[in-house]
């Protein structure tokens, strides 16, 4: 029987492969690329803009503070017949712009860190069976166990007070609204999953990871440590209910609790993702080096329907981009790298960043804007890359060697606690990878 390998390296493969990005040609492409020829014009003589970048030896009038989060972790940490262990892992980054010296960018003490903000990297763990109601009882034990707002009245109204332009303040504003029947039943943390039907593993995993992040960030905006930016990994995307019309999941709730306590403490809030699905960012790259030249450091605004001249059309069937309240870009400072993904609280925005019938100073906001996250971009190890972010994920990353001895010390807990006779690798590991 031939191997893999052989099957790989035949005419057949090559063949197989041939047909399907023919495919994505004649189809996907052709009906996307009429989409992008109605946008290109707006797009290089609106929404493309270059960074005018700080000089190299800058010494800024007030140095400030930037702070990161991230987080990683595994679904399959234990598996025993229907039970999953989670492991979670969460680190927050803070770094002193520092231009005063010749080392930019220099951590926090980190014994003054760990006083605000507890250990770092942080490391949890949650599991759940697949006992009808079970995954959703012990996912929302943990989630209360780990985001620090604990008041669900005080954790779902930032959405709505967001969502409804201030129109809800308070329950008593809902009688009027079509989210009328919300106010009786969002008073428990499981009242805000909606998504119980779909609560894979994976799923779970994913809520629990992004609310690990998110706990790290309002600890760190209620702490006394006093950043100018906080940058999270991802998108500020909020997964809506199809008919409720508010968040299906609880982070959902608790990044517009995030965006809205920023805005109290004058933070700005930015989630950045270097793997991102706007459509055609390599044409708008290339955009932005026939208009700026080659080498150029460039940013790109992605209205939504509600700005001046309307959405992209190139975007316009994308359910989440740009995200519900937020403001997406793609930007580049490296010729190097793929364009990554910016987004903002579009009503931080809309207080500091757009002008209402003013594009000029619009755009003057945007590039200031992005000169700062430029200038915590030019690490030479991760260069065009915020280096705090880089940094976060460099502290909180499992690596398959600490997955192993993670392991090995639970192999040692299960015996002392009894159930020594717990698998810890995953099933036929040799076959699941």
């Known amino acids: 029987m031939d191997s893999m390998l052989d099957k790989i390296l035949t005419e057949k493969f090559r063949k197989t492969l041939r047909s399907v990005f023919k495919d994505i040609q004649h189809n996907q492409n052709r009906r996307e690329l009429e989409k992008l020829v109605e946008d290109e014009l707006r797009i290089k003589e609106k929404l493309l803009a270059t960074v005018n970048p700080y000089p190299s030896d800058v010494v800024l009038g007030d140095d400030y503070l930037v702070a990161a989060v991230d987080g990683s972790g595994t679904d399959r940490f234990v598996v025993h017949d ?13 770094l002193d712009t520092n231009t005063r010296s010749e080392f930019f960018f220099a951590p926090i003490d980190k014994i003054h860190l760990e006083n605000e903000l507890g250990e770092q990297p942080d490391i949890d763990a949650h599991w759940h069976s697949s006992v009808p109601r079970d995954a959703r009882k012990k996912m929302t034990e943990s989630l209360e166990n780990i985001y620090p707002q604990k008041n669900i009245v005080d954790l779902v109204l930032p959405f709505f007070r967001d969502y409804s332009n201030g129109k809800i303040d308070s329950f008593s504003d809902f009688s009027d609204t079509e989210f009328a029947s919300a106010s009786k039943k969002l008073r428990e943390m499981e009242d805000l999953v909606s ?15 992004k609310v690990s992040e998110y706990a790290a960030i309002r600890t760190l905006l209620t702490s006394d440590i006093d950043p100018k930016f906080v940058l999270i990994d991802g998108a500020m995307s909020v997964f809506m209910h199809q008919t409720k019309h508010y968040p299906s999941m609880p982070s959902g709730f608790m990044l517009r609790d995030l965006c809205s306590l920023a805005r109290q ?28 030249g080659d080498g150029a450091k460039w940013f790109c ?9 309307g959405g992209l059309r190139i ?20 010729r190097d790298n793929r364009p990554s993904r910016i987004d903002f609280d579009r009503i931080w925005w809309l207080q500091n960043i757009f ?4 594009p ?4 003057e906001n945007e590039k200031a804007l992005f000169r700062e996250i430029e200038f915590m971009s030019r690490d030479a190890r991760w260069y065009g890359y915020p280096v705090p972010l880089a940094l976060a994920h460099e502290s909180c990353k499992l690596s398959y060697e600490d997955l192993l001895l993670a392991r090995e010390i639970c192999r040692d807990i299960l015996k002392e606690v009894g159930l020594g006779d ?12």
């Open 82 to 94: 229907d039970i999953r262990v989670h492991m979670l892992s969460t680190s927050t980054v803070v």
């Open 195 to 209: 998504r119980s039907q779909s609560l894979t593993n994976i799923v779970i995993h994913d809520e629990l990871r």
């Open 265 to 292: 403490k004058g933070v700005i809030l930015c989630a950045v993702s270097k793997n991102h699905t706007i459509p055609f960012a390599h044409k708008i790259a290339k955009m932005a080096k026939e208009k700026f």
């Open 301 to 309: 605004h992605l209205p939504s329907k509600f700005d001046p001249g």
């Open 315 to 334: 975007i316009e069937d994308r359910p989440y981009i740009p995200p519900m309240l937020a403001v997406p870009y793609l930007f580049s400072f490296s």
């Open 355 to 358: 002008v209402s019938g003013d």
């Open 360 to 363: 000029r100073t619009t755009r």
């Open 422 to 433: 717990w698998k810890t690798q995953p099933l036929r590991e040799d076959y699941n990878q």
